[in-house]
């Protein structure tokens, strides 16, 4: 992929709406023939891509280590639904289950009927 360069010269040209925005112009395609492909790609740690616009820019929020942090633990994983700033959650990983925290740990328990042991108990008793 080369860089947008061959349409920088005029005001209104891909690489300087890209520049303007603080992102990079990339062309992936400098055929004469191939046009509007060109993409504004966010910088990091931002990720996100347009093509032939600005690109609307996000962070992965568990990329942040304190907020990794908070959901530190075997039983516990962070997630980021949008890259909207603000929304990270902490979920419960399996065999554990609860209600997710945004920006806070989860209310996490064990769930003894999905374990080994209380799960084989209960179907070696024809039970559910």
Known sequence: AALCATCAQRPGAPANLCAAAGQTCVDGNTDPASVRDWECRCQA???GAAVAAKAACGQDECAVFA???TC???EQVCADPSPAAGDWECHCRAPHAGVPGRQAAAACELDEC??????????????A
């Open 45 to 47: 740690p931002q990720t």
């Open 114 to 127: 999905v374990t080994a042991g209380g799960g084989a108990a209960c179907a070696a008793a024809g039970q």
């Open 67 to 69: 907020n990794r942090a």
């Open 72 to 74: 530190a633990g075997d």
